[in-house]
C-alpha cells in the first residue's frame, strides 16, 4: 500500500466515523424515556367526575383517596386550610353527612403537560341537611390542580369558595 492510498483511508475511516457517532448522538438525543401524549379536555373532565363520585359514597377516606399526600385543600365550607391526609379527611368526615353532590355550571380547563392540568370554574354543590332532609344549593367557584403521579392522575391543589354576590 502506498503512502498515498493508506491517507486516503485514513481519510474515509475518520469521514466514516466522524457520521456514525454523529447518528448516534442524534439517536441518543431523541430517545430516553417516551412521554405520554397529552391528555384531553374530556380526560381531565372525567377526574372531577370521579371525585363527584367519591363524594357520593360518603366515605371520606375514599374522596382523600383523591388528593396527593401533599395536596392542598381550600375548602367550602370551612376556615381551616388542609394540608395532609389526616385534614383532607377530617374535612370531609364533617362535609360528607350533608350528602354533597357537584355539578359543573362553568368550566375552563387548561392541559398544561402529559403530567398537569387546571381545571377552574363554577358549580353548584347541592347539599341535603341530614336532620330535616331539605336540601339548598351553594353557589361556588372552584379550581382543580391535577397533576399524574405513580400514573393516576391527583388532586394537588384545590380551592373552592362560595361566590361572593350569590
Known sequence: MTRRSMSKRA???????????GTLGTVAAT???????KPSKKQIAAIFDGWNAALQTGDPKK???RYAPDAVLLPTVS?????DRAEIVDYFEHFLPNKPVA????????VLDSNSA????AYDITLTDPKTGNKRVVEARYT??????GGKWLIVNHHSSVMPEG
Open 11 to 21: 481519510a474515509v475511516v475518520t469521514v466514516t466515523t466522524v457520521l456514525a457517532l
Open 31 to 37: 430517545a430516553g424515556p417516551q412521554h405520554d401524549a
Open 63 to 65: 374522596v382523600a383517596n
Open 79 to 83: 376556615n381551616e386550610i388542609r394540608t
Open 103 to 110: 355539578k359543573k355550571v362553568e368550566t375552563y380547563i387548561n
Open 118 to 121: 387546571i381545571d377552574a370554574g
Open 144 to 149: 382543580y390542580e391535577y397533576e399524574k403521579r
